[in-house]
């Protein structure tokens, strides 16, 4: 069946760096458009970036954009999360799961949402 395993979380001091690793099975992993989301305690999950199955479209939320970088290994079936200059708003347990991009009229890009394969999780803390 579809599964994910993240790790690679941490605690960082802001203004660091740490890479997250999305180990994904059941799949090919090459075929989808795999996200990275976050739950911070008291908040809804919500995205922080995607890739896309095979042309690498990356898209990025405004509050990452700039400061992560996702990427996928299709021979390893890994998808990564590199974030840098860290902050204490980060700080959550983040997720990846495969992803279903929705577009409007035009063809253009307007939203997505993961098709609940939650992971565990990767603990993400960032110190001040």
């Known amino acids: 069946q579809v599964q994910f395993v993240e790790s690679g979380g941490g605690l960082v001091q802001a203004g660091g760096a740490l890479q997250l690793s999305c180990a994904a099975s059941g799949f090919t992993l090459e075929n989808y458009a795999v996200g990275w989301f976050r739950q911070a305690p008291g908040k809804e999950r919500e995205g922080v970036a995607w890739?896309?199955?095979?042309?690498?479209?990356?898209f990025y939320e405004d509050a990452v954009k700039g400061r992560f970088t996702i990427s996928k290994d299709n021979a390893k079936n890994t998808a990564y999360l590199r974030m840098s200059r860290l902050r204490a708003e980060d700080s959550a347990v983040y997720y990846c799961?495969?992803?279903?991009?929705?577009?409007?009229?035009?063809?253009?890009?307007?939203?997505?949402?993961?098709?609940?394969?939650w992971g565990k999780g990767t603990l993400v803390t960032i110190s001040e």
């Open positions: 890739i896309s199955s095979h042309d690498g479209t990356t």
């Open positions: 799961d495969r992803i279903i991009v929705t577009r409007n009229d035009f063809g253009e890009v307007d939203g997505y949402y993961g098709s609940a394969y």
